[in-house]
Structure formats: C-alpha cells, structure tokens
Nanobody, 118 residues
Framework: QVQLTESGGGLVQPGGSLRLSCAASGTIFSISVMGWYRQAPGKQRELVAT???????NYADSVKGRFTISKDTAKDTIYLQMGSLKPEDTAMYYCAAKRVKTPTWTEWGQGTQVTVSQ
C-alpha cells in the first residue's frame, strides 16, 4: 500500500508563487508515475502535471510555463512549484500515483487547498 501526504497549500495573491510537496511512503517501489490533480468547486478534477520514475514530465496547457513538477528520489517526495498564480488556479490539489503496469491512478492523497486571491 502507498500513502501520499501533501503539504504546502495556502492563500496567495495573484502573481505569487507557492510550492506543494507530496511525500510517498509504503510500497513505493511499485510506483511508476506520480502527478498532481486539482479540482475547483463545481468543476471536474483536472490533471495538472505528471512525472515518471525516469523523470519525464508532462503539463496541462493551462499551467505550462508557470508550474514545474520535480522529484527528490532520496526523500520519496515530489513537488509542484507554482508561479504567476491566477485566481483560476484556486482549487484543491491532490497528489496521485500509478503503479507499474496499471493504467489508472490508484493512489491518492487527501489534498491541499490553494487559494489565489487579493
């Protein structure tokens, strides 16, 4: 079993920056991809960014050039550095993971709230 614990959310002004962290524990050897989703009130959950065990990254068009996903293998932690934040980035952000040879996201964190407002 894998446990994912997010941290780093909060209130930030438009144009500001924030860094989210997601620490993984448990049977992490079985993880092949990790990523960040977000869900705003009344909207569908949206995939924001992913990073593979080989370090390849992918981003939603809405965050390209503003967000950076990275990982620290030694700490079993991934990060989402968010910059040039906009009010529309306001959402609950969830860390997620896929297991090897599994096409779906099966592991989820509890979420951390990001609010972008004056």
């Amino acid at each position: 079993q894998v446990q994912l614990t997010e941290s780093g959310g909060g209130l930030v002004q438009p144009g500001g920056s924030l860094r989210l962290s997601c620490a993984a524990s448990g049977t992490i050897f079985s993880i092949s991809v990790m990523g960040w989703y977000r869900q705003a009130p009344g909207k569908q959950r949206e995939l924001v960014a992913t990073i593979t065990d080989g370090g390849s990254t992918n981003y939603a068009d809405s965050v390209k050039g503003r967000f950076t996903i990275s990982k620290d293998t030694a700490k079993d932690t991934i990060y989402l550095q968010m910059g040039s934040l906009k009010p529309e980035d306001t959402a609950m952000y969830y860390c997620a993971a896929k297991r090897v040879k599994t096409p779906t996201w099966t592991e989820w964190g509890q979420g951390t709230q990001v609010t972008v407002s004056q």
